[in-house]
Structures are given as structure tokens and as C-alpha cells.
């Protein structure tokens, strides 16, 4: 990357940043806005940024990202809160999130006959976790009822850590079914050692870092500039820890976030300034990467069995699980499409992708990285567009159904950019 993609990556960051509030509620989401800059100026648009896509800052960058997400998604979402008002997003985790796996891996398995069974698996992971930023209309308006947007809201900022050990299982499994005895017992001794071991890591130094924290800020030792710092110290600190010792640093991360946000005493009101901040710069620039870098590649390779996938991951796949899922809930069936809709695919299915990419070697590595592309590519475009609009249509359905499930009262998890905001009406 040379200092003219630099000064073109600088700039598009200051002009999204002096539109940015005219955006916010309309179909122009930002994830949509920097794939499409980076598809633009990559390669294979003006060719104005050069973005070499072997390149060590790009892994880099997604690394520090996923650790980032991971950590603040997790230590935002108090379990208290979910047991209590939220059994909506339960159910969903628990129930729909093993489905879409099985109902992607079945899929994957009658699109692609040259795809393993660890593969096809691999693939349904991938596909699993969804990220509400792509149809931020949804959970940060308050016209729809909080307990509906909440559940959208909790389900991404947890299935992402969850749908991680599997991701890597299936790496692992995969792996191991196209290599030697001795190969397959290797890999699948690290399989169990990474996820063994990264969550003892997390649960230990989360739990430290939220006591030495209370501790400071009680005891007036720490400045209120430095606690988003202090933050993103305890994510590394975790991730390296973890690595050192054999077990996986993301999984401890997600981890120790869960245990250092349940455990903290004090306002957590720093993390979400820091994710509202660094959180969403990191975010936006693997966006930007994905489209000029990631986008192009799988565009050369796509096929009519890939779009078919990705158009079936975002539908069927997705939809008919949650539907399952929220049996016997009370709420109707309009609410039931509405959130099996709105599970977009973005930020997390990218990082594992990249993830995976780079540390297998897997026979069906192209396919699997052509249809999670395509994938991606296509939640940020229908539920970006679609987002807004539906919003306001199912808040004035949920507005005349009167005293019902969808209208109880639940408590405000924040979002990941830790707002709410009002959604125009008409």
C-alpha cells in the first residue's frame, strides 16, 4: 500500500464523516458506502488505490479488528439482562444458530458435491454470524418496539463469539480429513487445545482486568482519557496470552470481554466512546479492503451455484431456523420474517474468512471464499437498502397491535455504536 492509496483511503473517511449524519437513516448504510468506495478505487475500478492483497497490513488490520469486536461486543451485553427480558435473542442463539449451521451445511453439501462434509460445515459457519451494522436502522430506531430491536441487536453482538469454536473446528476437521493419520491426530489435538485453553486465558485475565479497573477508577489513579486504552491493552493482553500458550487468542478474547463486561462494577460507558471511535475506523477500513481486494477476486470466480447459495444463506437458510426457533413466543409470524430477515452477514463472516484463508490449505479454499464474498456483497446491499424502510413499516404494524409480546417492556442493551436514535415516520 503506497502513500496515494493511503491519501485515497484518508479522504474517503473525511467525506463519509461530513455526510454522515445526513446518511444515518436512509438506505445508504456505511459497510454498503466503503465496499462500494473500495471496489471503485481498487483494481478492478479506477485503480487509483493499490491494496496488494498478499499484503501483512491487511491481516494485520483484520486481526486487531476481530479482537476489537469481539471484546466490546462481548463485555457490552450483561447476561443478567438477557436471562431476565430477553428470551427472544435465546432462543435464537441457542436453537436457530445451530440450525442455520445444519441448514447451510446441507445446502453447501447439494450445491457443491466436491465439497467435504467438514467443508460444507465449514462454509455454514462462516455464513452463521450476522452483524446489525449492515441494517443499523433496525436496532438503533426507537419507533420499533425495544424488545424486538434488542433481539436483532444481542443476537449479533454474542453469535459471533459463539459461531467462532465451530469455525475453527470445522477448519481443524477439514484439514485433518485431507491429510495424513498422523496429520488428522495433530490437527485435531490443536483443535481441542485452542479451544480448551483460550477460554481458561480469557476468563482468568477478564476477571483481573475488571477488578484492577474498578480499582482505579474508585481510587481516582486513572484518567478518564486512558480507560479506552487501558481496554484495548486487556483484548491484546488476552489474545497474546492465549496464543502463548496454545490456545486460541479470539475465542479467549470473546472470552474474557464476556467476563470483564459482567464482572466491571463501574459505568461501561468508556467502551462504547472507544468502539464509537477506533472500533468503527477499523471497521470501515476492512470494509474498504473487502471491496477492493476481496470483492474482485470472488466476482472472477462466481458462478450461478455460488449466487445461488449466497441468495439461499440470506433466505432460507437464515429464516426457516429462526422461524423454528421462535416457536410458542407469542409473537406473530410478521415479527417471526422480521427478524429472520434482518440477520445480516458482514464484519464477522469477513474476519473468519480471512482467518481461515490464511492459515489452511483446504481443496475447496477458492469456493468457500467466492460464496462467503458474494454473500457478504449481497447482505450489504439488500439489507442495507432494505433496512430503513422496513423499520418504519413493521414499527407502525408493531404501533397497532396493542398490548402483545412484540410491545413488552425490555431493558437497552447498548449497540456496538452505543445509540439509539429516532426513525422519521410516513
Known amino acids: 500500500m503506497d502513500i496515494q492509496s493511503l491519501a485515497i483511503i484518508a479522504g474517503g473517511l473525511l467525506l463519509f464523516s461530513l455526510i454522515s449524519g445526513r446518511l444515518r437513516d436512509t438506505i445508504i448504510t456505511a459497510p454498503l458506502v466503503f465496499v462500494g468506495f473500495g471496489l471503485v478505487v481498487g483494481s478492478s475500478g479506477v485503480g487509483v488505490a493499490h491494496i496488494d492483497p498478499g499484503h501483512g497490513m491487511i491481516h494485520f488490520i483484520a486481526e486487531c479488528t476481530l479482537i476489537l469486536v469481539l471484546f466490546t461486543d462481548a463485555a457490552r451485553i450483561k447476561l443478567g439482562d438477557v436471562r431476565i427480558d430477553h428470551n427472544l435473542p435465546q432462543r435464537m442463539l441457542v436453537l436457530g444458530l445451530p440450525l442455520t449451521m445444519l441448514c447451510g451445511a446441507l445446502v453447501a453439501v447439494w450445491l457443491f458435491p466436491a465439497f467435504s462434509l467438514w467443508e460444507a460445515a465449514l462454509l455454514a459457519a462462516l455464513l452463521a ?49 485431507h491429510g495424513t493419520q498422523n496429520d488428522a491426530s495433530m490437527w485435531v489435538q490443536f483443535g481441542l487445545m485452542q479451544l480448551v485453553l483460550g477460554p481458561i486465558v480469557g476468563i482468568i485475565i477478564g476477571a483481573t482486568g475488571a477488578v484492577a479497573l474498578d480499582r482505579a477508577v474508585v481510587c481516582g489513579w486513572m484518567g478518564d482519557s486512558y480507560q479506552g486504552i487501558a481496554i484495548l491493552a486487556l483484548a491484546i493482553l488476552i489474545y497474546v496470552a492465549a496464543e502463548l500458550i496454545g490456545g486460541n ?84 409470524l410478521p415479527t417471526q420474517l422480521f427478524l429472520g430477515w434482518f440477520g445480516p452477514r458482514g464484519l464477522a463472516s469477513v474476519l473468519f474468512l480471512l482467518l481461515i484463508i490464511e492459515e489452511s490449505d483446504l481443496p475447496q479454499r477458492d469456493e468457500i471464499f467466492t460464496v462467503t464474498v458474494l454473500t457478504v456483497t449481497l447482505s450489504a446491499l439488500l439489507h442495507g437498502v432494505s433496512a430503513a424502510p422496513l423499520a418504519n413499516a413493521y414499527a407502525r404494524l408493531a404501533a397497532g397491535m396493542g398490548e402483545c409480546e412484540e410491545n413488552m417492556p425490555a431493558v437497552e442493551i447498548p449497540l456496538r455504536e452505543g445509540h439509539i436514535i429516532e426513525t422519521k415516520q410516513g
Open 129 to 177: 454470524p450476522t452483524d446489525a451494522a449492515l441494517g443499523q436502522s433496525v436496532v438503533s430506531a426507537k419507533a420499533v418496539p425495544a424488545r424486538i430491536r434488542q433481539a436483532i441487536n444481542i443476537e449479533s453482538g454474542l453469535n459471533d463469539g459463539i459461531a467462532l469454536p465451530a469455525v475453527l473446528l470445522f477448519a481443524s476437521l477439514a484439514g485433518a480429513a
Open 249 to 332: 487468542g479470539f475465542i479467549a478474547v470473546f472470552i474474557g470481554g464476556m467476563v470483564f463486561g459482567n464482572r466491571l462494577q463501574n459505568a461501561c460507558t468508556f467502551l462504547f466512546e472507544f468502539m464509537e471511535t477506533e472500533g468503527q475506523l477499523l471497521m470501515l477500513i476492512t470494509f474498504l479492503i473487502f471491496g477492493a481486494v476481496m470483492l474482485p477476486q470472488a466476482l472472477e470466480h462466481a458462478g450461478v451455484e455460488h449466487l445461488v447459495y449466497a441468495l439461499l444463506s440470506l433466505t432460507v437458510v437464515r429464516m426457516l431456523p429462526i422461524l423454528l426457533s421462535l416457536i410458542a413466543t407469542g409473537v406473530r
